[in-house]
């Protein structure tokens, strides 16, 4: 087991709840979602196991470190990108790779080497010599996943990954979170999306301040009742093909369509959203930007005490 939480909890100053019980494991080869809507712990979380954050009460070992006695060891066998930017906006992006592999303990040689593959990876190639505070959010959150490339570590927790990218990169991400897996390292990766986890993740801790289930996405896919799918449109005529398709596919309770998107409601019982943004995709319509999201999280609220 690379990654064992017990009980942990987090009660910050002032009173206010981050966790107040969170327990799981995370293997080798193993991607791990922690599953819940926003503000449910799953930041704090990642933030204890990999010691930025020292917990209340409860206990924590990554690769069989204390996570609060040992922490310098447990750093030295983890990866963090965190949701928040921790970029030097005033390097280029190939200066901020090289930069952090050489904190990851990389010679410069190393590290721009690294930094190429990496580059390569989340197709940066062409903005290596761009400075990150010209470039766009998106661009930016590809340049801080790529540090999760640049060398192998043991554990890699990933807050909100895909956040700001477009849909094909995100499909690219997650196939590259699942390669990253399968060399080896444990995967603890927080996400608010339940089709992110289906696409990605071996099992899921269900978080709302507490674990209220876990195990695969299928055995707690029930908590969420619906999902709300939203795609703006380069055309009109593409407005009309999507929504065709989308009225055809079972479990697709509505859909709507506006000036320039295309607004549905799925069952999340009934459709497989990775199934269904794969076969959206193949359809090479004009998709400006694709959003799927829970929207209903009601079982899972009303649980909470």
Same mark, same amino acid.
């Given at each position: 087991?690379?990654?064992?939480?017990?009980?942990?909890?987090?009660?910050?100053?002032?009173?206010?709840?981050?966790?107040?019980?969170?327990?799981? %494991?995370?293997?080798?080869?193993?991607?791990?979602?922690?599953?819940?809507?926003?503000?449910?712990?799953?930041?704090?979380?990642?933030?204890?196991?990999?010691?930025?954050?020292?917990?209340?009460?409860?206990?924590?070992?990554?690769?069989?470190?204390?996570?609060?006695?040992?922490?310098?060891?447990?750093?030295?066998?983890?990866?963090?990108?965190?949701?928040?930017?921790?970029?030097?906006?005033?390097?280029?992006? /190939?200066?901020?790779?090289?930069?952090?592999?050489?904190?990851?303990?990389?010679?410069?040689? $190393?590290?721009?080497?690294?930094?190429?593959?990496?580059?390569?990876? *989340?197709?940066?190639?062409?903005?290596?010599?761009?400075?990150?505070?010209?470039?766009?959010?998106?661009?930016?959150?590809?340049?801080?996943?790529?540090?999760?490339?640049?060398?192998?570590?043991?554990?890699?927790?990933?807050?909100?990954?895909?956040?700001?990218?477009?849909?094909?990169? =995100?499909?690219?991400?997650?196939? *590259?979170?699942?390669?990253?897996?399968?060399?080896?390292?444990?995967?603890?990766?927080?996400?608010? $999306?339940?089709?992110?986890?289906?696409?990605?993740?071996?099992?899921? %801790?269900?978080?709302?301040? !507490?674990?209220?289930?876990?195990?695969?996405? !299928? /055995?707690?896919?029930?908590?969420?009742?619906?999902? !709300?799918?939203?795609?703006?449109?380069?055309?009109?005529?593409?407005?009309?093909?999507?929504?065709?398709?989308?009225?055809?596919?079972?479990?697709?309770?509505?859909?709507?369509?506006? $000036?320039? =998107?295309?607004?549905?409601?799925?069952?999340?019982?009934?459709?497989?959203?990775?199934?269904?943004?794969?076969?959206?995709?193949?359809?090479?319509?004009?998709?400006? $930007?694709?959003? %799927?999201?829970?929207?209903?999280?009601?079982?899972?609220?009303?649980?909470?005490?």
């Amino acid at each position: 087991m690379s990654v064992v939480a017990e009980d942990l909890k987090k009660i910050y100053r002032g009173g206010t709840v981050g966790v107040k019980e969170v327990s799981f %494991v995370a293997n080798k080869c193993e991607v791990l979602c922690l599953l819940g809507p926003n503000g449910a712990g799953k930041t704090t979380t990642i933030g204890m196991l990999s010691t930025i954050i020292r917990p209340t009460a409860g206990r924590g070992y990554v690769c069989g470190y204390d996570i609060v006695r040992e922490a310098r060891k447990v750093r030295e066998h983890i990866l963090l990108v965190p949701q928040e930017q921790a970029l030097e906006l005033f390097l280029t992006v /190939e200066e901020n790779l090289i930069f952090y592999g050489m904190l990851l303990g990389l010679s410069r040689s $190393e590290a721009k080497d690294a930094a190429r593959r990496a580059m390569e990876l *989340l197709g940066l190639e062409q903005y290596a010599s761009r400075r990150v505070i010209d470039l766009s959010g998106g661009l930016q959150r590809r340049v801080q996943l790529a540090y999760a490339f640049l060398t192998h570590r043991d554990v890699v927790f990933l807050d909100e990954p895909t956040i700001m990218l477009d849909h094909i990169y =995100r499909v690219k991400v997650w196939n *590259l979170i699942r390669e990253l897996a399968k060399r080896g390292s444990a995967i603890v990766m927080a996400t608010n $999306e339940l089709e992110e986890a289906e696409a990605v993740c071996d099992r899921v %801790v269900f978080l709302n301040k !507490k674990v209220l289930a876990q195990g695969t996405v !299928k /055995e707690v896919k029930g908590l969420v009742d619906a999902i !709300k799918f939203e795609a703006v449109m380069r055309s009109r005529d593409d407005i009309e093909k999507l929504s065709r398709v989308l009225r055809d596919v079972k479990g697709v309770v509505d859909v709507d369509t506006a $000036e320039d =998107r295309v607004k549905a409601l799925l069952d999340a019982k009934v459709v497989d959203v990775n199934q269904l943004l794969q076969e959206v995709s193949r359809l090479g319509l004009g998709i400006v $930007e694709l959003r %799927v999201e829970s929207i209903s999280w009601r079982d899972l609220r009303s649980s909470i005490r």
